[in-house]
């Protein structure tokens, strides 16, 4: 039983490229969620998606940053116009309910990094 | 808001001791959950315990246990006979309990060495 799967494991960007962050969550496993960790810091919620809805994106950026679950295929999250300061470890967890008896598994993480 | 506070950024002990993570967290609801995540240099995310907080026992985990007190807002993480394989990042989390509403909450992490 694969866990959550996430690619690629390291992205480089240059100022200015766009970025897309990809996450396939546990099998039987609608829900998923993005965090942020910057370095030596603690993770950040950043969006919270069910299948082709996003229920709370109180964490993300108002600005280059957004976050899709479709019908069919992994999430991704995508950054435009990447700055410096969006270099971190993104990292996506899944869970089979959206009730908090369910623990959350987290994939391996992308990290991010911009020239 | 809810707030998680790990006061201690970094700690060491010898193999085979006992040691004892802080955390303590803030917020106005009565049901919720804790957690503690442990991040080895690999960088993976894993989940050493949770503790519902309407239950009044302490959960444990094989060597792994806590100490919970929801007056004082206070969720400490024991580790018995430390072993090598224990040196990592230990991240402190909450999470209310209603659907919706499942993001984590993570402290700012304490770094723990354990020494041969």
């Known amino acids: 039983n694969a866990g959550v799967m996430q690619n690629p494991r390291h992205l480089v960007r240059r100022r200015g490229q766009e970025a897309r962050l990809r996450c396939s969550p546990m099998?039987?496993?609608?829900?998923v969620y993005w965090y942020r960790q910057l370095p030596e810091e603690g993770l950040k919620f950043m969006v919270y998606?069910?299948?082709?809805?996003?229920?709370?994106e109180s964490g993300m950026p108002k600005e280059r940053f957004s976050a899709e679950f479709p019908k069919e295929g992994p999430s991704i999250l995508r950054i435009q116009q990447v700055v410096r300061g969006d270099s971190a470890a993104y990292f996506c967890?899944?869970?089979?309910?959206?009730?908090?008896?369910?623990?959350?598994?987290f994939g391996d993480g992308t990290r991010l990094s911009i020239l | 808001a809810q707030t998680v506070t790990q006061s201690q950024p970094e700690m060491s002990v010898q193999e085979a001791e006992t040691v004892t993570l802080s955390c303590t967290y803030d917020?106005?609801?009565?049901?919720?959950?804790l957690f503690w995540y442990k991040q080895p240099p690999s960088r993976q995310m894993i989940l050493v315990i949770r503790?519902?907080?309407?239950?009044?026992q302490n959960a444990t985990e094989n060597r792994f246990s806590v100490n919970f007190q929801k007056a004082a807002k206070s969720f400490s993480l024991k580790i018995s006979d430390s072993q090598l394989g224990d040196t990592a990042m230990y991240f402190c989390?909450?999470?209310?309990?209603?659907?919706?509403?499942?993001?984590?909450?993570f402290g700012q992490g304490t770094r723990l060495t354990i020494n041969p």
């Open positions: 503790q519902e907080a309407y239950k009044q």
């Open positions: 967890a899944s869970s089979p309910t959206g009730t908090g008896n369910q623990p959350q598994h």
């Open positions: 099998k039987g496993h609608s829900h």
């Open positions: 989390a909450f999470m209310k309990l209603f659907q919706g509403a499942q993001k984590l909450v």
């Open positions: 917020t106005s609801e009565s049901n919720y959950y």
């Open positions: 998606l069910q299948k082709e809805n996003i229920i709370d």
